[in-house]
């Protein structure tokens, strides 16, 4: 198992303890938050951990989630910090985007009933 920190946004081979100290920081970690709406939250972290297990191209360090909403549970991993900023704002537009379209149906079910 591979080891890694944030140096400047680049990450950092290191032994199991230096990770271990480095980890114990959450904010470290944290590359973007975002909350849309009341009940949706996308968030992006530097895992530490290479989840690359098949061992062909670059070590996968970063991952996004989508916790609430239509998506909820969606998730993606990346290699570079780079990457993970620009997946985390994917995923907000898409995060976005599902939560504006079940607020319309929600809507549109609602004025089916009202009989508007």
């Known amino acids: 198992m591979e080891f890694y920190i944030l140096v400047d946004r680049t990450p950092v081979l290191v032994n199991m303890e230096m990770w271990a100290e480095w980890f ?3 904010d470290r970690r944290r590359v973007c938050k975002t909350k849309i709406g009341d009940s949706t ?3 992006t972290v530097f895992l530490g951990i290479d989840h690359n297990y098949s061992r ?3 070590p996968i360090l970063f991952e996004t989630m989508i916790f609430g909403g ?4 969606d998730m993606w991993r990346c290699a570079t910090y ?3 900023e620009a997946q985390h ?6 995060a976005t985007k599902a939560d504006q379209r079940c607020t319309e149906l929600a809507e549109m ?3 089916k009933r009202s009989g508007e």
């Not at 239509?70 to 549970?73: T, Y």
């Not at 704002?89 to 898409?94: F, H, K, N, S």
Request: aromatic fraction near 0%.
């Open 70 to 73: 239509p998506l909820d549970g």
């Open 109 to 111: 079910a609602g004025a």
């Open 89 to 94: 704002q994917a995923a907000v537009a898409l």
């Open 82 to 84: 780079s990457q993970a």
């Open 56 to 58: 062909d191209g670059p």
């Open 41 to 43: 939250e996308v968030s």
């Open 24 to 26: 114990t920081e959450t």
